[in-house]
């Protein structure tokens, strides 16, 4: 991935160094990098980007949806993949891997911010173990 692929909108450069890993296109990838996160991981990106989802979210709801460039679908990415961190890390923690090894008793298929073409592809992929 080129440092252009981890381009995000002015003011949330900081949380390029995620994207690689966070910044998927549907909530069964995003489930399974908390799946395949380990504790430092989870914890390296919440610290980052905990100060920064607020003013992600505004900066979103300003934009319209359907014209968001590739650094703001980007953004979005990790703001959905910030959701599925933060029941690790606020609500688990210590806990998380207890709660991950039932975690392949609940498969997610598609969630309503899913693009359909990364479902599809997302459904063929098995989860990590």
């Not at 949330?12 to 690689?20: D, K, M, N, R, T």
């Not at 210590?94 to 309503?112: G, V």
């Amino acid at each position: 991935m080129t440092m252009r692929d981890n381009a995000l909108p002015e003011g949330f450069e900081s949380l390029a160094p995620f994207v690689e890993f966070w910044a998927v296109d549907c909530a069964a990838g995003r489930a399974d990098c908390r799946q395949r996160s380990d504790e430092e991981g989870r914890q390296a990106f919440y610290a980052a980007a905990s100060p920064l989802v607020a003013t992600a979210l505004d900066y979103l709801d300003s934009q319209q949806l359907s014209a968001l460039d590739d650094s703001e679908q980007r953004l979005m990415k990790l703001v959905l993949s910030f959701a599925h961190l933060a029941m690790a890390v606020e609500l688990h923690r210590e806990e998380e891997p207890k709660h991950a090894r039932d975690r392949h008793f609940l498969r997610i298929t598609r969630a309503p911010a899913d693009e359909p073409a990364a479902c599809a592809t997302a459904k063929e992929e098995p989860h990590a173990t």
